[in-house]
């Protein structure tokens, strides 16, 4: 359900909430935030709620360190986790200058542009998330370890699946806070979970994506497991993913084959943002991650996979980001590459209808790598004539490191 303002006043004071939680990320995705009291709500939406700036990695320094909160009333979503009397709801945020001018590391904000630029392309973008986690025990004082919960493998049932009742809470807690997991189940690593939704609005799937981040790590804490979003947390074993699915509306004229070929074109540039640690790279080429830039239908040896679906279903999935991500970055950068293969016409290449990850040295001659490093990613973006067009300065700066 979409709050207004006065909808969420209203809510406050006959639910007995007793304290606002006005939620932002740093430009890496790291969820952020600050509570306030009710008495404060009117104020925060009518000027905002100032923060330091300076704290926060990249937002500014003490020079020019004051910056606004703007809660938005369409989030607002209670904690089910904390007390249900005196409660605890959260509302996610733009962030503004002191004169009102949007912050360019508001990359929430520069999702929100994106999705205008579209619509006044005449395109709409649709996106469904697909995030992998490791579930692991915790030492004698409460400190993670890298020993997993179980050792399952995919799909596998209780009781080798440990996990099952963990994630039967988390989809539980989801639902009461209005987010609509599809399925869940235990993946390929010992102690690895996944689960799914159901495809929304890009900015809506971004929001969702944040908060489930914060309902799994929770939700593990409260079972005495620590979860681990990180792309490769053990050397030998499954890495991570954050399988994005995109879609485009309308799809006519072979709309959708160049959204494809427009991501496919950008896909190396885009690459430090959708895997911006070095533990990123180290998932490459392994366990169905992806290695080279090319596509296929259902092969999932591949960077972009078209899912085996209805026709009102279509949809692709890009299989080379993980969960270490910005979904804001990610997902404004995918709508952007997708409305260059549209505005251009682009022609999709063929598909690459083999198994990658056993294909011989010359069935592999001619296609092009995703970066192999870090430094090689954050090279490729600098160089990026498409990168400067639609992500600020200052972001890049901040990943690429000049």
Known sequence: MSYSRE??????YEEDVKFIRIAFCDVFGRQKNVSIMPDELERAFESGIAFDASSIAGFGNEAHSDLFLHPDPGTLAQLPWRPEHGGVVRMYSDIT???GRIFECDTRSLLKKA????CEAGYGFSFGAEQEFYLFELDENGKPTRIPYDDAGYMD???EDKGENVRREICLTLERMG???ESSHHEDGPGQNEIDFRYSDALTAADNTETFQ???KVVANRNGLAADFSAKPLKDKAGNGFHINMSVSPEKDGAFDSMIAGVLKNACDMTVFMNPTENSYERF???????????????RSQLIRIPAAAPAYRRMELRSPDPSSNPYLAFTLMIYAGLEGLERSMVLPPAININLFSASNEELEGLSKLPESLEAAKAAALESSFIRKYIPESIIDIYCGK
């Open 179 to 181: 987010i609509r997991p």
């Open 97 to 99: 200058y002191p004169d």
């Open 285 to 299: 080429g392994q366990n169905r991650a992806p290695k080279y830039i090319s596509w296929s239908p259902e092969n």
């Open 214 to 216: 914060t309902v799994v």
């Open 115 to 118: 999705i205008q630029d579209a």
């Open 7 to 12: 909808e969420v006043l209203q809510y406050v």
């Open 157 to 159: 049932l209780a009781p």
